[in-house]
């Protein structure tokens, strides 16, 4: 399946490609953006005098966003700093917990970095610059999200962690994580299960050696063929906005199938108060996630017949707040 690029590369490949009008005064019809790994894209742009747009593009993953423009304007100043805001059609943040204070454009931090990196190195050390990022079609799009659900309005959110759209088919995905735990059997290596590259990321952190097998929301099929398989130890590690959602019993921790967990957290630690996210609870009772780890562990391992589910919760920063062996 056909790979595709997230909101923020678009965004930093729109900026970049301004950027560039500005500085030399040629337009261009591509931009070679840095990735968070160092690596290089090319984005085709459209550049003009007032800024340039990319059109996102998702691959083959179904995303609301496909093909929409994410447009950018530059405007140079003498500061020496960068500064990344919000226009028509990037959301606000109005409530707490998420990775951007209240009031900021719900611009994340990669790519708020990506477009950073892209526009210092076209302005150079000495300039700096007001970066405006703009998504036309962002309040008709943001309807079909759960930005509103979580504190984001009047617009998308410009997202993306490695600046790449990995397609997520699920038969696809879930027989290539088949594939992966028959490996890691044969090599008799413990199973540890992650949703994704974040709680990969985490993990690897404070145990380097451990290679986890990702398997997005699709839990349930993977407890279900390690169960098939004989295995009856597991390892779980990742954000409690996720994991959480195995202690309520919902095996698919996507959006679309699964409920926030939030309520069901602040519950479960007796915590007064309405919380917008998980994070926000990370943020202000960490101390409780031990608890949330034991239920998380209890009911996988009830549902599953597993006799041991170990457990290791991170928050967005990857400090590990919970942990459980049984």
Known sequence: MRKGFTTGTAAAAAARAHAALIISGIMTDCA?????????????????????????????????????EIHASVRLNSSGRIEITGGRGVGRVTKAGLQIPVGEAAINPVPR???????????????????????????????????????ITGGISIIGTTGIVHPMSVDALV???????????????????????????HLQAVYPDDEAVM?????????????????????????PGKLAKLAMGHYNTHSAASPQAQGFVSRALSLSGDFNTVEEICLTHPEGFGRIAELISGRVRMDYGFKRTDVLLFNMKGDLIGTCSA
């Not at 398997?215 to 954000?239: D, I």
């Open 113 to 151: 970095m990506m477009i950073e990196q892209n526009v210092r190195e076209v302005i150079g050390t000495e300039n700096g610059a007001v970066v405006t990022i703009s998504v036309p079609e962002g309040e008709r799009l943001a309807e079909r999200t759960f930005n509103e659900r979580i504190g």
């Open 32 to 68: 070679d953006v840095i990735m968070p790994d160092g690596s290089r894209m090319r984005i085709p742009v459209s550049c003009s005098a007032e800024g340039a747009f990319a059109v996102k593009d998702s691959g083959d993953d179904p995303d609301v966003t496909h093909g929409a």
């Open 215 to 239: 398997v997005s929301n699709y839990f349930g099929e993977a407890f279900s063929y390690l169960r098939s398989k004989g295995v009856s130890e597991v390892t779980l590690a990742g954000h």
């Open 175 to 201: 027989d290539s994580f088949k594939c992966e735990i028959d490996v890691k059997l044969a090599e008799n290596r413990h199973i540890t299960l992650v949703a994704g590259k974040i709680g990969e990321k």
